[in-house]
Structures are given as C-alpha cells and as structure tokens.
C-alpha cells in the first residue's frame, strides 16, 4: 500500500498498525521515501540479503526465484 507522508501523519496509528500485517509505502511529491513494515518481515528480509551476498545480488536471486515459480 502506498501513503501520502500527510495521510501517515495524520493517521499515525492506523498505518502503523497496517504495517504489522503488509508493508506500506510512504510517499513525498509522488516520490518513495520509505517503507514501514513488521519488524520479523524486515529481519527476514536481511537474512535473505545476507545469504545471498548483499542486497543487489539479493534482489537478482529473488527475481531469478520468481520467475522460476511462473
């Protein structure tokens, strides 16, 4: 889900508390800012990155792992 970084402020809690169940995704002029999701989805986010060499070699082999499933 993406917000309007006014919405988020204005509505602290609720994102938050979306956060907990899908990542959401905070917005500046139309622009990503940064994404707020659970903290265990974000840990295992890292491990994924980590044992796959870094996030860029990370992002590859989760790529390459979704269109393998297709």
Do not use: W
């Not at 500046?28 to 491990?47: P, Q, S």
């Amino acid at each position: 889900m993406s917000v309007p970084l006014t919405r988020f402020h204005n509505n602290t809690g609720e994102f938050l508390d979306l956060a907990l169940v899908q990542p959401v995704t905070l917005t500046k002029h139309d622009r990503v800012v940064l994404t707020i999701c659970e903290a265990g989805y974000f840990e295992r986010l890292e491990a994924f990155a980590a044992a796959h060499g870094g996030p860029c070699r990370a992002r590859r082999a989760g790529l390459q792992m979704l269109t393998s499933l297709r």
